[in-house]
């Protein structure tokens, strides 16, 4: 398995609250949400996500 290239990411969205693992593919994230997830929550983890991934490109971290 190739080493996951945003590991640092993964463990910040989990920080916060998103649910996401790393993928079986080097630049793959999976979604990992309870299966009671409710609308307002995946908007929530969205949003943070969004959050996450502007800051990291602000950081170059690509």
Do not use: C, N
């Not at 910040?12 to 080097?26: L, M, N, T, Y």
């Not at 997830?37 to 969004?50: G, R």
Request: proline share 8%; charged share 30%.
């Amino acid at each position: 398995m190739v080493d996951h290239p945003f590991p640092g990411f993964v463990v910040k969205a989990r920080e916060v609250g998103v649910p996401i693992r790393r993928g079986r593919r080097p630049y793959a994230i999976t979604f990992a949400p309870s299966l009671d997830i409710t609308h307002e929550e995946i908007d929530l983890a969205m949003s943070l996500l969004d959050q996450l991934l502007t800051k990291a490109k602000k950081a170059d971290r690509w």
